[in-house]
Nanobody
């Protein structure tokens, strides 16, 4: 199996930045695709970003394009999400996800436990 553990969430003021990290363990070689999904209270899960094994094909949700950057370090079995110019509407639980296919929807095989990001106005 695969385990995903996120870190780096917290409270930040609007306009600030945060960097989320996700470390994979177990059979991480299955993780051709890794990414991030978020869920705000009372809302459906929303695709944020995803990348392929080499990290050279990156996809972003429309609401984060130009502000968030996904990156990957296979030597560390990790994926990162650099978030800049954060807005209150970015407040959500952010889940690290992984699977065999890059998807721009919340249908990944593996999920972390989530990390809370709160952006104050």
């Amino acid at each position: 199996q695969v385990q995903l553990v996120e870190s780096g969430g917290g409270l930040v003021q609007a306009g600030g930045s945060l960097r989320l990290s996700c470390a994979a363990s177990g059979r991480s070689g299955r993780l051709y695709a890794m990414g991030w999904i978020r869920q705000a209270p009372g809302k459906e899960r929303e695709f944020v970003a995803a990348t392929n094994w080499d990290g050279d094909l990156n996809y972003y949700g429309d609401s984060v394009k130009g502000r968030f950057t996904i990156s990957r370090d296979n030597a560390k079995n990790s994926v990162y999400l650099q978030m800049s110019n954060l807005k209150p509407e970015d407040t959500a639980v952010y889940y690290c996800v992984g699977g065999t296919t890059v998807l721009r929807r919340a249908q990944y095989d593996y999920w972390g436990q989530g990390t809370q990001v709160t952006v104050s106005s």
